[in-house]
């Protein structure tokens, strides 16, 4: 009877809903950015509330009962785009909220003409790494010193499908 109790008690939050960010969310989302990284890598109010605001900016929120439990915050210059976070709440981690808001910002962007998405994680942070390598990101460089002046960080690339080239040359037609 333990181990049913057990299984009742464990968290298993049902797919929560993505929706694009409003100006009110900015609390939350910086309070769940302070929650996913350590001080010093996490974003100041400040560092947020400038990459929200960038005209080439695009965020992804999921909220599950009206909580926001998860974001992804980009900016695109087609052909490329860069992920500048993904954050999501310690209780909804390895649930698919991570990688619902990822795959649902990678087909917004290669909607808009986005052929490659740059990122950056911490060498030490094996779970990130792992996330990113199962997702099709590729380690492109290693940068040292990245996170405050100490902490290397991978730069990783992913070419999104379809942005590889055909074998046709430039000129043929089919």
Known sequence: MQCLQARVLDYNPAMPTLRAYEPHDFAPLHKLDQACFPAGISYSKTTLRYFLTLPSADCTVAE?????????????????????????????????VGTLLLETQEANLAG????????????DNEAAVAFWKGRGYRIEATLKGYYLG????????????????SGMKLGEST
């Not at 808009?112 to 911490?122: D, H, K």
């Open 64 to 96: 599950d009962g009206g909580r926001i439990v998860g974001f992804i915050l980009t900016e695109e210059n087609p052909p490329l785009a860069h992920i500048v976070t993904l954050d999501v709440d310690s209780k909804h981690r390895r649930h698919g």
């Open 112 to 123: 808009r003409g986005v052929r490659s998405i740059l990122l950056e994680t911490a060498i």
């Open 150 to 165: 100490r902490i290397d960080a991978y730069e990783m690339r992913k070419i999104l499908p379809g942005a590889r080239q």
